[in-house]
């Protein structure tokens, strides 16, 4: 008889040699043995194509819903006498404004997406390729839209006032906000928003995407977002972004759910999120809004987040229209453009024509102004921005181990 080394149970001598042969194979690791870092992870969920196409859709939307607010849903364009209009918009198109009081609820949306997108184009890159892939994507058609809406401004002054020529060279490094400068359009305060979000996820990214990674990073997050009103900590409230936050935890979750598959653990983010998210479109109708309702802004907000669990579920997989790139390409430079020049144009002509015609006519005029810019700015300056910074950074490898 042959003793079996790990038990001390006897092995008849006929099957010796066989046991033999398998203690001779390498064994596999025990699960008890693994260290922490290495133990069993969420399993990555492989779907078809990289692209999610029907996000690009909602973005376009989003887009759209915040210039049809810009133009007539604020409570700027319905007061008697205002600059856009002359008189108030809910008296030129009653419906119209009913409908484009919430359309600013797109500006949380793109929060949301900017959670979800930012988390899975950066999943697997280094730092480095974090860094040159929001400046290409970011700046481009940004430095256009400053000089385009400038140019605006100049040519028909009147109803926007025009910064001097510091403030819009200072536009242009998109850190405005920083230095207490105002932005040359008011739609810019949201790249701040995303600017820091940016920074924060960048200490992930050094670190290494992971699942557990990016949890912990949301809950951090959230509790500092969540402190950062009464803590009177100025610094705490500009790197905690409380207005903000909650939006792009969302998208992070969002996402996890979308690669790992979804568990209660992410629920509970996305209950919380939506929780803190309702809280702050309250905040934001009584402060800034004061057109549209509560409920009607929670209603759609949950609406959205509803249909990302769709998509991030992948119900909605099957949806690869390839004009839905397009559509994509075209959200930010028309999200950057349509607000100043747009109602500067609306206060030229708006007794031209009937006031919907009119809304219709300058959003189509800026969707193709938006798909020129894409095709003709944004595509060969991202580029060339993306040679230089690879070579500069190229440069500096060389340099340190030199």
């Known amino acids: ?97 009913r409908f484009a009081s919430y359309g600013w609820i797109g500006v949380e949306i793109f929060f949301v997406i900017s959670g979800f997108v930012i988390c899975m184009s950066c999943w697997g890159r280094t730092p480095r390729q974090f860094f040159v892939s929001r400046v290409i994507r970011l700046y481009p058609a940004y430095w256009f839209a400053v000089l385009f809406t400038t140019a605006v401004l100049v040519a028909v002054p009147g109803v926007w006032e025009r910064l001097r020529l510091r403030e819009i060279l200072l536009n242009l490094t998109m850190l405005q906000s920083g230095s207490a400068v105002p932005n040359v359009d008011g739609v810019y305060w949201t790249l701040w928003s995303e600017l820091r979000f940016y920074l924060l996820f960048l200490v992930v990214v050094a670190m290494g995407l992971t699942y557990r990674r990016v949890v912990v990073f949301c809950c951090v997050w959230g509790a500092a977002a969540m402190l950062a009103p009464v803590a009177d900590l100025p610094l705490l409230e500009l790197v905690a972004n409380p207005e903000g936050a909650w939006y792009f935890i969302a998208g992070l979750a969002l996402y996890l759910m979308h690669r790992f598959g979804q568990d209660l653990l992410l629920w509970g983010i996305l209950a919380m999120a939506w ?87 300058v959003i189509a005029g800026f969707l193709v102004l938006s ?12 580029r060339l921005l993306k040679r230089g910074l690879d070579t500069s950074f190229a440069r500096m490898r060389n340099a340190g181990n030199g």
């Open 1 to 97: 008889m042959v003793r079996a080394a790990d038990s001390g149970t006897s092995i008849p001598e006929r099957d010796a040699g066989r046991a033999v042969g398998l203690l001779k194979r390498p064994l596999p690791p025990l699960a008890a043995t693994l260290p922490a870092e290495t133990a069993p992870r969420p399993a990555t969920r492989v779907r078809p194509g990289g692209r999610l196409y029907v996000i690009d859709g909602i973005r376009l939307l989003a887009a759209l819903m915040v210039a049809v607010h810009h133009y007539a849903g604020t409570w700027r364009a319905d007061r008697p006498g205002n600059l856009i209009w002359d008189r108030p918009v809910s008296d030129l198109m009653p419906t119209v404004f």
């Open 275 to 361: 929780l803190m998210g309702q809280l702050e479109l309250g905040n934001r109708i009584e402060e800034v809004e004061r057109v549209s309702s509560w409920r009607g802004s929670v209603a759609i907000f949950t609406v959205f987040l509803l249909f990302m669990v769709a998509v991030a579920l992948g119900h909605t997989d099957r949806i690869r229209w390839k004009w839905l790139v397009t559509a994509g390409a075209m959200t930010y430079p028309l999200y950057l453009i349509h607000y100043a020049a747009g109602t500067t144009l609306i206060n030229c002509f708006h007794d031209t024509m009937d006031a919907r015609l009119l809304v219709a006519v």
């Open 371 to 382: 798909y020129l810019i894409h095709r003709l700015v944004e595509r060969p300056v991202s």
